[in-house]
């Protein structure tokens, strides 16, 4: 396969789906004679404003399945096994779909992608409570599967409009940051009352229709965004990286698959930290709210309450981090701070059964959690040489995470279930990938002080704008150029190893559904 390894042309972008143009000299001049001129800071505020409203809305549904494991498992009469079956479904339709949606969105646009992808969500989620009404369980497999193609479509789309307005250190950051942090408090509000909505109304499926009307507000916040994008298309251009001057874009003139192919190993590093740390968040916060009932002796209610601060308590820092990251830098050292946060809450929580162990275990939690996600994906948006590839490298990560998921969580759900609902041997598992997140994060901080390729992750604002570029360039040169067929080599191994890895989710979720799919063909 063949590997175009020239810059990338000059693209004319803007909030919305927009056109491309070459680098003539006459095109250039018609730019500048048309009067259009990049979009101020107070309309990107408010494209970020509208697009944190869908996400509000979007965590709030997606937080409260796990705050219900003890309510839904007797209502529908299920084990932890098939608890975590529903869990993964969306798990496993984002590891057949994913990156097939991050290459369309890099290819027609996140506006586009994120209009689609609510509209399949609302259905879903309607189909979902539908099926909580009726208490058939196979019945919610299939809603979930349908949400899943929803989410699927708008989780890659969002960030790969951010990347395309903010280049890294001006902006990048501080946007997920603030993003990240209202999808928090959409989360925590979603979770912390599910169960009061399910006793109060004495049927647990109101909680799920509760998302379905938040899901309309989601749906009407994305009408917004597609209008307000409509203006910004006709009346903003794009903008240049101030470091590189490589023209951000929101979509291609074709599909970038060579470009997929020349990802750099640094990025592949970041992947490596997230495996850990992202699949260790997303399983443990799946089963906070039992785990809380168990240890602390407490009805749903309040185990509600408890989980829900270990998930979101620390949603105040994650602006503060974004500006962090974007004037600072040092986005390697927050990294392994994340990691080893997560170590200590596990060691807590193996260790310190106690109420007061568990306490403070839930409370590092939640300022670790509150340190990866943002300094994760900046750190694969920095490393990263092409950004009209950002969606299909997101949807990388993506995709390894859920297919992490569902390995976990099918394990942990068998070990509960062998393990008479115990949750003894699951947090040994947590402990592991909480001890991989540290680890690699480790090998990732005092790689930024040995070589150039990772220490683009510590540089300051400063840096990268002043001397940031030539530095790039050379580091490109020598990973494109001068050592390309390396660079091949090492990316194939790594896509290889996650092809792996999805293939055995699947078979994990294959073997799953097992003992759900047998006993129906026997009767």
């Given at each position: 396969?063949?590997?175009?390894?020239?810059?990338?042309?000059?693209?004319?972008?803007?909030?919305?789906?927009?056109?491309?143009?070459?680098?003539t000299?006459?095109?250039?001049?018609?730019?500048?004679?048309?009067?259009?001129?990049?979009?101020?800071?107070?309309?990107?505020?408010c494209?970020?404003?509208?697009i944190?409203?869908?996400?509000?809305?979007?965590?709030?549904?997606?937080?409260?399945?796990?705050?219900?494991?003890?309510?839904?498992?007797?209502?529908?009469?299920?084990?932890?096994?098939?608890?975590?079956l529903?869990?993964?479904?969306?798990?496993?339709?984002?590891?057949?779909?994913?990156?097939?949606?991050?290459?369309?969105?890099?290819r027609?646009?996140?506006?586009?992608?994120?209009?689609?992808?609510?509209?399949?969500?609302?259905?879903?989620?309607?189909?979902?409570?539908?099926?909580?009404?009726?208490?058939?369980?196979?019945?919610?497999?299939?809603?979930?599967?349908?949400?899943?193609?929803?989410?699927?479509?708008?989780?890659?789309?969002?960030?790969?409009?951010?990347?395309?307005?903010?280049?890294?250190?001006?902006?990048?950051?501080?946007?997920?940051?603030?993003?990240?942090?209202?999808?928090?408090?959409?989360?925590?509000?979603?979770?912390?009352?599910?169960?009061?909505?399910?006793?109060?109304?004495?049927?647990?499926?109101?909680?799920?229709?509760?998302?379905?009307?938040?899901?309309?507000?989601?749906?009407?916040?994305?009408?917004?965004?597609?209008?307000?994008?409509?203006?910004?298309?006709r009346?903003?251009?794009?903008?240049?990286?101030?470091?590189?001057?490589?023209?951000?874009?929101?979509?291609?003139?074709?599909?970038?698959?060579?470009?997929?192919?020349?990802?750099?190993?640094?990025?592949?590093?970041?992947?490596?930290?997230?495996?850990?740390?992202?699949s260790?968040?997303?399983?443990?916060?799946?089963?906070?709210?039992?785990?809380?009932?168990?240890r602390?002796?407490?009805?749903?209610?309040?185990?509600?309450?408890?989980?829900?601060?270990?998930?979101?308590?620390?949603?105040?820092?994650?602006?503060?981090?974004?500006?962090?990251i974007?004037?600072?830098?040092?986005?390697?050292?927050?990294?392994?701070?994340?990691?080893?946060?997560?170590?200590?809450?596990?060691?807590?929580?193996?260790?310190?059964?106690?109420?007061?162990?568990?306490g403070?275990?839930?409370?590092?939690?939640?300022?670790?959690?509150?340190?990866?996600?943002?300094?994760?994906?900046?750190?694969i948006?920095?490393?990263?040489?092409?950004?009209?590839v950002?969606?299909?490298?997101?949807?990388?990560?993506?995709?390894?995470?859920?297919?992490?998921?569902?390995?976990?969580?099918?394990?942990?759900?068998?070990?509960?279930?062998?393990?008479?609902?115990?949750?003894?041997?699951?947090?040994?598992?947590?402990?592991?990938?909480?001890?991989?997140?540290?680890?690699?994060?480790?090998?990732?901080?005092?790689?930024?002080?040995?070589?150039?390729?990772?220490?683009?992750?510590?540089?300051?604002?400063?840096?990268?704008?002043?001397?940031?570029?030539?530095i790039?360039e050379?580091?490109?040169?020598?990973?494109?150029?001068?050592?390309?067929?390396?660079?091949?080599?090492?990316?194939?191994?790594?896509?290889?190893?996650?092809?792996?890895?999805?293939?055995?989710?699947?078979?994990?979720?294959?073997?799953?559904?097992?003992?759900?799919?047998?006993?129906?063909?026997?009767?």
């Amino acid at each position: 396969m063949a590997f175009d390894t020239s810059e990338p042309k000059s693209v004319d972008v803007v909030l919305a789906p927009v056109r491309e143009d070459t680098d003539t000299p006459s095109e250039e001049s018609h730019d500048d004679s048309d009067g259009k001129k990049p979009p101020p800071l107070a309309a990107k505020l408010c494209a970020v404003a509208l697009i944190s409203c869908i996400s509000f809305g979007s965590h709030w549904s997606s937080g409260v399945t796990g705050a219900m494991k003890t309510t839904i498992k007797k209502q529908m009469h299920i084990d932890n096994v098939q608890f975590s079956l529903l869990e993964a479904s969306e798990n496993f339709m984002a590891t057949v779909l994913l990156l097939i949606s991050g290459v369309i969105t890099d290819r027609v646009g996140g506006a586009e992608m994120i209009v689609y992808g609510n509209i399949v969500y609302t259905i879903g989620s309607i189909l979902v409570a539908a099926a909580a009404t009726v208490r058939s369980f196979d019945f919610m497999i299939g809603g979930r599967v349908i949400l899943a193609l929803g989410d699927i479509a708008t989780q890659i789309a969002q960030y790969k409009m951010f990347s395309s307005w903010f280049p890294p250190s001006s902006g990048f950051a501080s946007t997920l940051g603030f993003e990240l942090a209202i999808g928090k408090i959409g989360g925590f509000v979603g979770k912390s009352t599910a169960n009061i909505i399910a006793k109060k109304t004495g049927n647990f499926a109101w909680v799920f229709w509760t998302s379905v009307f938040m899901n309309l507000f989601t749906n009407v916040a994305t009408a917004g965004f597609w209008f307000f994008n409509q203006y910004c298309n006709r009346h903003y251009k794009g903008r240049r990286d101030g470091a590189t001057k490589e023209q951000l874009t929101e979509k291609n003139k074709k599909f970038e698959f060579q470009k997929v192919f020349e990802l750099p190993w640094m990025f592949w590093a970041v992947m490596a930290f997230s495996v850990f740390q992202t699949s260790a968040a997303s399983v443990f916060s799946q089963n906070a709210t039992e785990l809380a009932e168990k240890r602390f002796n407490v009805d749903s209610i309040q185990a509600g309450w408890y989980s829900s601060l270990s998930q979101y308590a620390g949603f105040f820092l994650v602006p503060c981090l974004g500006v962090f990251i974007d004037v600072l830098g040092n986005r390697a050292s927050v990294l392994f701070t994340c990691g080893a946060g997560m170590l200590l809450s596990m060691v807590l929580i193996n260790f310190a059964t106690s109420k007061a162990g568990t306490g403070a275990a839930f409370g590092i939690y939640a300022i670790a959690m509150s340190l990866g996600p943002t300094s994760v994906i900046d750190s694969i948006r920095t490393t990263l040489w092409h950004q009209s590839v950002f969606g299909s490298a997101y949807s990388l990560k993506v995709t390894m995470n859920n297919a992490m998921s569902i390995i976990i969580r099918i394990i942990t759900g068998a070990l509960q279930d062998a393990d008479d609902n115990s949750y003894r041997r699951v947090v040994q598992v947590y402990l592991v990938l909480a001890a991989g997140a540290l680890g690699v994060g480790a090998a990732i901080l005092i790689g930024s002080f040995v070589t150039d390729n990772l220490a683009v992750l510590q540089w300051t604002r400063h840096k990268r704008l002043t001397s940031g570029a030539a530095i790039i360039e050379r580091i490109r040169e020598r990973s494109l150029v001068t050592q390309h067929r390396r660079t091949r080599n090492i990316s194939l191994i790594c896509f290889g190893a996650l092809i792996l890895l999805t293939l055995g989710s699947w078979v994990a979720y294959i073997w799953g559904q097992l003992p759900v799919i047998i006993p129906s063909w026997v009767s």
